[in-house]
Each structure stands twice: as structure tokens, then as C-alpha cells.
């Protein structure tokens, strides 16, 4: 562990973010990306389960036999999935409406499974807990990026995370770009960001 | 051998735990998950057929078993009496089965109104059961011995144009919730007295 708890936290923001650097989790990242408050709504639920499979899995790693060390994290994960399915049907139902089927999906997101099994198994637990906050919080960034591209673009609307507010961003006379919400216009944003952040740089 | 049961103990311990522990919050969270669906998928129309009652609804409310299956009372208060009550009842529409709230007051039996839950009717022909007034707000004052049909099937509801089966649909699940009602008057008005202040 040559990395301070700091590096392991930052490297999720920028070096390994996620969807572009890591280009994991994809799916999520196409489906829920219509609206900013989908698109946050998901990353959080997303870092919540990261880091809390993250903590439980260092914790376990060493009674964790290996043969079956996946099936155990597959069952870690899916109880954090289900709890937060719960939690989110208890308290922000309208999110979980929109959201739908992409919660319990959390489960075979390979970001998740991908940290449990290349970084919780390995390290400890503060700097599981790092590489959880880390990457869950880039996770979220990205998708609200690509969502407030998306939204703006698409819809030409604003929606406040939360308070669920819709603001119209270029007014009334807007004609919507409508191929931006759906589903090609995701993979061609998502392009078009992966081919910004190679530019920058590239180390 | 000692591997194996090792790894069969260890993965047995993990499920039994994550099993227990998901249990517990769901019940933990049932009813507050029972009472969100109610509040957003049916809240609104229930709040629009009980319109001016002076409690919530959704707070407000029994259930009573009808054969096999649990149904919900909702109870409305005007004037400080629990004098009407709402139910919701399915019919089947051109895209599936309509859910319909029918508020009807106990004391005189007749319909207070009617608000469209949950539909997938063609969005601007069918959808006009939910959206536009026209159709729900025929049935209000309605007795509930009417014959709730379309005028094209000899009843007195003007069909939504261009909609006929979706009114249909409607009226299906009114008199639906009509018959219910009738077969539970007796325990309906047994249980509303709880709420009364």
C-alpha cells in the first residue's frame, strides 16, 4: 500500500473515474442519463452500495475462502441492492418509479463487483472505504454530467435534483433535440466525452 | 473434505445473514412503502374525488378481506361526520384495466365522483378518461342502483368520442366498485365508526 487514503479517494475522481477512464458500468450510465435528478438519483444509490460492499468486503476479506470469494460478493452486493430498493421505495418513491428495473440492477454492475473483487480484497478497510467514496462520487459525477448534456440538449430543461424543479433553460421557442434523450443520442454523448477526456490529459 | 465445508459454511453463514438482515427492514418499511404507493399512484385521484374532505385519506383507511383478497377503505370526513367512503375497483379498457377510485357517500348512496388511478389507454383518446373531466364528472350525484353503461349500450354515460372502449372501461370498474361496495355496506359502515371523533 504505497498510496496515502487521500490518493485512493482522488484517483476515483479523475485518473479511474468510472464510465470513462475505466469504461465500466455502462449500462446505467446509458439508460438513466435521460434527467439530472435520474442521473444523481442512480449515482447515489450506486455509491451507496459501492461503499458499504467495499467496507464489508475488507472486513470479511481474510475469512472469504477463495474458491467461492465471488459468489460472497455477489451476496454482499445484493443485499446492499436490496436495502437500498427498499430504502428508496420507502422515502423517494417518485425516483424509484423512474428509476425502475436500473436499482436492483446495481447488482451486476461491474463497477461494483470490479472494486470488491480488485480493490476490497486486497486492501484494507479505510482505504476501501476511500476507493468506495472515491469512485462512487466520480460515478455520480459522471452521470450527471452526461445527464445535464443530455437534459439541456434534449429537452432543453433543467430538473433541481431533490426538489424535482424544471426550469426551461433556452425558453419557450426551444425546439427540442430530441435525439439526445433517447437512446442513440447516449452512446453518441458518451463517445463524444470519452473523446474529450482522452484529450485531456492523456498520461 | 475440511475445504469443502468450509466453503458450504461460509457461504451459508453470508445468505442466512443477508437474508435476516433484509427481512428485518422490510418489515421495518412496509407500511411506509404501502403508504407511498398509495400516496402517488392512487393520491391524486383520491384526493380529487374526496375533494373538501377536512382529513387524509390515505391516512384514513381500513381494509376488509372480500373472499381472498384484502381491499382498502378509504374514509372521508366532511363536516366532521365519516360519512363517505372511497374504493378502487378495475375495468378492462382498450390497453389493459383501468383503475378507478369511486368515492360514494354512505348515507344517501350515491357517487361523489370518480378519478382514474392507473390506465394505459392511448395517450390523448383513451388518456381523456383520466385527464379531461367530462367523462368522471357524469357520474357524480349518480345513485349507485344506476346502470352504469355508455349511452351506446343503453346507459345514461355519454362516451369520451373516439374512446368508447376506455368509457367502457370506466364504467366497468364503477360498477365494479359499486357491487363491492353493496356486498361489504354492512362492514364498511361497522368499520367507519372507528373514525368517527
Redesign the interface.
Known sequence: MAKTVVQEFTKGLWAEIPPFRLVLGLCPILAVTKSVENGVGMGLATTFVLVFSNVLISLLRN???K??RI??FI??I??FV??VE??M???T??LF?KLGIFIPLIVVNCVVLGRAEAFAAKNGVVASFADGMGIGIGFTLSLTALALFREVLGNGTFTVPITGATFSVFGPSFQPFSFMVEAPGAFVCLGLMLCIMNLFGNK | MR?LI??FV??TL??SF?GG??AA??NG?QE??EY??L??VKGPALLQVLEGCSNDPLVDRFKISDGKTDRNFFVGIFDGRPSTVALEAFGKGFGGDIGVVVAIDLEDDKIMGIGVTTHSETPGLGSRAKTDPVLSSQFEALSIDEQFKVKADGGPIDAISGATVSSRGVCEAVAASVDIYRRLKAEITEKIKAFEA
Open positions: 475469512v472469504i475462502p474458491r467461492v459468489a460472497c451476496v454482499v445484493a443485499t436490496t436495502l427498499l430504502l421505495q420507502a422515502f418513491y417518485p418509479l | 475445504e468450509k466453503l461460509v457461504v453470508f445468505s443477508s438482515l433484509l427492514v422490510r418499511t411506509r412503502i407511498q404507493q400516496k402517488f
